[in-house]
């Protein structure tokens, strides 16, 4: 959302006054500054529709000579949000471009630019842009993340294919994820939230750990993950996508984007996969993976005129999974353990950027979503049937009163309407939660940024609560920079909702009545540094630590009792800590490694004693490398992880039917892509190590037994994998 | 897995030796003035010239608006290189070689 006002903001483009320069020419001159006013040197300044252009100087300045009739800028630069704005001759202008993807690495656009480091941005983000998110067989949200340290993403349990991810080892309800920067997926989307997103729809992911701005709610405890769709401004006219695996997935992607005239342009976007192979490679007689279908339609349109930028999108979601004892098995018996789950997804949104004054200081950003959800499941005997309709509602203004001092305010409104019935015991739960919040920003000398916010909301059984968060960063010198977040974050838990595929197993589910809402505090501390070794290269390391302290949280007792969950508050500590080290380095042309080790301690009381969280991994270390030939036709990518073993909860003590920990297991990947001008082949395998869990299903012979359970998972849960893959595209014409 | 990362790195290497150093003698690089104003002209020739038959590395001077272009000797030419940048929208010139050094 922030970038989405600042974003507008710097549409406004001008930002100093057109200022009359004597009439000696008709020359447009300006200057291209990013956002904290710093000159953008080496940016594009080009007409529009015509064929000459300039670059701006060591300044950001640049002197742009006539064209024809032309009155249209375009100014673009790399990592940067283009700006397109209206000039008249011989005046001066500023246009200040948007920068929350700056690269840190090395702004050259001979390089892809695959993943950024934000250095503007006060809270600590990573963006993963296209390239990145094609280095990998990258099917949808969830697969995205295998070049990824910060970020897991794992599955809950080996049947329902329902995943998690995890940032700073906690589990993804304390991460905000967001679309288009709007909160998405929230309370029963969230199992299978991340398989609602085609790899190829998405222009770019953002990961950002630690507390985030208030503007984005009192949620996100330990990050954000956002997801940019593509935009029908800069996507190419018609891609076309082909997926086919060796577990005989296919899935099929298309988007395309039309330009109506040169305020209004719209993209349409359709995707299909069909997995409904049966696989048993354990031979338990239970499917390693559920049988999917899924269709999803996507429609988005964009409006912009100077003084406004209007987004509008509905997007529909169908996907049915199946899963239990494969066929041979269902045949053998009179009554087969079978999985269903249908789901019929609905989302609409509406983001507006209002400037209503000349300089393009001030702002008004109006976004508005809803989105309905509606789950029919059953396991084995047990059914459960949800809904969920949301309204989200938010309204900020941005005015900067001074290069040094900017303020943010606004209102918004969360409104929540939960309807479930668990084996015919029907169950509602509404929310609405109201809030105001404001945030100050202070820039020193580009040197220093301090951004303190502060909301209040209104909630039916906490009344009025508060939600304080502080952001720094502390740019000292070319070679490194810091920063440093603290900040209290709060959620609702929707108990069974998002955590559905425990219904996978005859553990009986205890929910105490009277759950808080769970709240926590957020501290942590980075380090940037840029190591040089010669005249190019420089080595990038980034090392962070942080640590998530709970003051209320849902427990899942997993370990009192191996055949129960039980769902109670915390009584004691519970906390995260995360450290993390990450280092890039371009050997030579083309060659780039990325190395990362991660130490996760990750502690909760549970039932009066405070233990290792479980199925939480302690470490994880990550590998990558990438090779790209000189002319970019061939690309290879090779990813390694080792994720560090881990406790299992506690198994029944006179009959232990699995280990009390997990030893660390590794995976590795790799794919070769080969580009043509127009299209793109890849191929590539999973898990080439061909390791899975041993088991992953407790008892599987007994479905209908109390040892029963599918969710002990730690580990994959399928084998080696190969899959190939097509991408066409035909481009926009200039 | 250590092993098996060194040997993807170590081939990795080798592959890109071979780039280099196969048949170095039919070979021959040509720089060219091109009137280029950004980034996205850049791209668009990357993603055309690397294309053509014969080219074998490109590297594109935006500042200075030049575009060396390594190309083999029996597939192509600088005439040829010529037109595939005119297709493109750009007259180019060749740089005469000082050879100074």
Known sequence: MKSFIKRGALFSLLIGTALSVAAQSAHIQGTVVDEEGRPLPGADVYWMGGKSGTITDEKGNFDLEPEGNLRKIIVSFIGYQNDTLSVTPDTHVKVKLSSLELDEVNVSAKKMLYVLNSRVDVVQTQKMNEGELRRAACCNLGESFVNNPSVDVSYSDAATGAKQIKLLGLSGSYVQMLTEKIPNFRGLASPFGLNFIPGPWMESIQVSKGIASVADGFEALTGQINVEYKKPISSDQLSINLFGSSARRLEGNIDAAFKINDTLSTMLFAHYENDTKEHDMGGDGFLDQPKVQQVNLFNRWYYRTDKLISQVGAKYIYEDRKSGETKQYREKTENPYEIGITTHRG???????????????????????????????????????????????????????????????????????????????????????????????????????????????????????????????????????????????????????????????????????????????????????????????????????????????????????????????????????????????????????????????????????????????????????????????????????????????????????????????????????????????????????????????????????????????????????FYAGLRWSLPQKD | MKAIFRTIAISALLLSAVNVFAGKNDKESVTFNVAMKCHKCQAKIENNIAYEKGVTDLSVNLEEKKVTVTYKKKSTDVEKLKEAFKKLGYEVTVVEEEKKE
């Open chain 1, 347 to 721: 989302e609409l949104f509406t983001k507006n950027g209002i400037m209503y004054d000349d300089k393009g200081n001030s702002s008004l950003g109006i976004i508005v979503a809803g989105s309905y959800h509606d789950q029919k499941a059953s396991y084995g005997r047990a059914k459960y049937d949800a809904n969920q309709g949301n309204l989200y509602a938010n309204i900020i203004y941005e005015t900067e009163l001074h290069p040094a001092h900017a303020v943010k305010g606004g209102a918004s409104f969360n409104g929540d309407w939960f309807h479930e019935s668990i084996d015919k015991t029907e169950a509602d739960a509404n929310e609405f939660i109201p809030g105001i919040f404001a945030e100050y920003t202070f820039k020193w000398q580009q040197k220093f940024v301090a951004m303190v916010g502060v909301r209040g909301d209104y909630h039916r059984t906490e009344k009025f609560f508060v939600t304080p968060r502080l952001h720094l960063k502390y740019d000292p010198c070319e070679w490194v920079y810091f920063r440093g977040s603290i900040g209290k974050g709060s959620r609702t838990t929707r108990v069974l909702g998002e955590n559905s595929y425990l219904m996978a197993s005859s553990r009986k589910i205890l929910i105490d009545e009277q759950l808080k809402r769970e709240s926590a505090w957020n501290f942590g501390i980075s380090a940037n540094a840029f190591i040089p070794t010669g005249k190019k290269r420089k080595i990038s390391v980034i090392t962070e630590w942080y640590y998530t302290h709970f003051t209320d949280q849902v427990i899942a007792d997993l370990d009192s009792d191996p055949h129960q969950v039980h769902f109670t508050n915390l009584d004691g500590r519970s906390y995260s800590s995360t450290f993390q080290a990450e280092v890039n380095y371009e050997f030579f042309r083309g060659f780039t490694v990325t190395a990362a080790h991660r130490i996760t301690d990750v502690k909760q009381t549970i039932n009066g004693r405070l233990r290792e969280k479980p199925l939480t991994s302690r470490f994880k270390t990550l590998l990558t490398v990438m090779y790209q030939t000189p002319l970019k036709k061939w690309q290879f990518d090779v990813t390694g992880q080792l994720n560090g073993g881990g406790r299992m909860p506690d198994p029944d003590p006179d009959q232990p039917l699995w280990e009390r920990r997990y030893k660390p297991f590794p995976l590795l990947s790799g794919q070769v892509t080969r580009r043509f001008k127009h299209w793109s082949v890849y191929a590539g395998a999973e898990n080439i190590l061909n390791f899975t869990q041993e088991h992953p299903i407790i008892d599987a012979e007994n479905p209908w037994g109390e040892h029963f359970d599918a969710s002990m998972v730690w580990g994959p849960v399928h084998g080696r994998k």
